[in-house]
């Protein structure tokens, strides 16, 4: 039998009711705040990754599907939307009607890292992205939107940790003492970080060996560095969130795992999927608009992962299961066609009709209603059509009673809803 990719996975029924209603809430909640829905591509040119996440990151490095395609073309699965977001903002020149744009998106991403509980190699992601809004209050509404979307969906623990990664100027300053502090650390170091203090120290701040952990404890803070305006874009998004009585922790060392991040930095974070802490991941990346070709456009935003929303949301101990309103039995060559059309016609009438396709008595029939869990059953057979009335029974009350042919899907439409 062939099987499922390591890491990859399929959604089923009992499990998609979760995803839709988180889908629908998200829609919701987005579109009330003015973001408009955008879908992109899922392969992209590999360049435009990147070029946007960093060629010295983790994704980059080691965890992108990329295969050159039949033209010789190097491709990429998306591992994030933010990079093509960006891309069909400046594609289509939006900037040029309104730079201030506002985009949700919802679909699959790649990444090829190692699977475990929470992360796997296609996973889904819910993106917010805001272009052309430089006010640090925009940030904050992105994070209270994060939070108020997890507390709609029953999720008991998720709290917004954020940090400021200044501009490029305070972060050149920042990067200096943090190359400083980490030769001072050497010796706690692992492989990859040693090679990082050199190349993209920031990165050194995120590792999860637990020896740099450890290290990292005593690094400098980036917000210490910060020049006057990144400072009080920080100061604005706090206290902002401090008014909207969203309570959040200051973390430091919080730099993400994409390069393109300025000012802002977030992640809401759990303790209830383990090792994969992270629910939602984003913030502010001013410089990406013209990095990959645009006019100069101040952006932010955030993804929430979709895959682990839906193992910790409380909604999952809700009843989804959608049961027949009318469970349709039919005896006899002349009634089945007659019980086809009205079967469809109750689908269209927005009743949940189910038509008993197959040869089997009776009593089979009507036990599979039961299962199904059916709320009435229509009888019809031969005999009954000649009478010119079916039996319509109500499988709670167990009461059967007799409804004329003529008008059949309506008289019976009543009676349900009566
Ligand atoms: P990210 O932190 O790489 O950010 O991903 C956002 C979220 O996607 C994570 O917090 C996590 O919940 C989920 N996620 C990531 N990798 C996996 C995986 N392998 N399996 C399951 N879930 C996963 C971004 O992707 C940025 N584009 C976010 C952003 C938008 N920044 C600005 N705008």
Request: net charge positive; charged share 25%.
């Amino acid at each position: 039998m062939i099987q499922l990719i390591r890491g990859f996975k399929d959604i089923l029924p009992g499990e998609i009711e979760i995803w839709q209603n988180i889908e629908k809430t998200a829609r919701s909640l987005f579109e009330n705040f003015g973001f408009k829905e955008i879908r992109l591509p899922i392969l992209e040119r590999t360049e435009l990754f990147a070029r946007s996440i960093g060629e010295d990151t983790d994704i980059v490095e080691k965890e992108m599907y990329t295969f050159p395609d039949r033209k010789g073309d190097l491709v990429t699965l998306r591992p994030e939307a933010t990079a093509s977001v960006v891309r069909s903002y400046i594609q289509h020149k939006m900037y040029a009607k309104d730079p201030v744009r506002k985009f949700y998106s919802i679909g699959p991403m790649f990444r090829r890292e190692r699977p475990q509980k929470g992360r796997y190699r296609q996973f889904y992601q819910i993106n917010a992205e805001v272009f052309g809004i430089n006010s640090p209050f925009i940030d904050a509404q992105l994070i209270f939107l994060a939070v108020k979307l997890f507390h709609m969906l029953e999720v008991t623990d998720a709290q917004p940790h954020i940090n400021s990664l200044g501009c490029s100027q305070c972060r050149s300053n920042f990067k200096k003492a943090l190359s400083a502090f980490l030769l001072s650390v050497t010796e706690k170091l692992c492989d990859a970080c040693l090679k990082r203090s050199k190349k993209n120290p920031l990165r050194a701040l995120d590792c999860k060996n637990s020896s740099c952990r450890e290290a990292m404890v005593n690094a400098p803070a980036i917000t210490d560095y910060l020049c006057p305006e990144c400072r009080q874009h920080f100061e604005t998004v706090k206290s902002a969130l401090e008014k909207l009585e969203i309570p959040f922790v200051i973390d430091k060392n919080l730099v993400r795992g994409l390069d393109y991040y300025t000012r802002t930095t977030f992640e809401i974070q759990t303790g209830l999927l383990g090792a994969q802490n992270a629910v939602a991941g984003g913030g502010r990346y001013d410089g990406l608009v013209k990095t990959l070709g645009g006019q100069d456009q101040p952006a932010t935003g955030f993804a929430i992962g979709l895959d682990r929303l839906a193992e910790i949301t409380g909604i999952r101990n809700k009843d989804f299961t959608k049961k027949p309103d009318i469970y349709i039995v039919a005896l006899g060559e002349k009634s089945e066609p007659l019980a086809f059309e009205w079967n469809c016609n109750f689908g269209l009438e927005g009743i949940r009709p189910e038509m008993d396709l197959s040869n089997r008595s009776l009593k089979s029939r009507m036990k599979r209603a039961n299962k199904l869990e059916a709320a009435y059953v229509l009888i019809v057979g031969d005999n009954e059509l000649e009478e010119g009335a079916v039996i319509l029974r109500n499988m709670t009350t167990q009461k059967q009673i007799l409804i004329p042919i003529e008008s059949l899907v309506e008289r019976v439409i009543a009676e349900i809803k009566a």
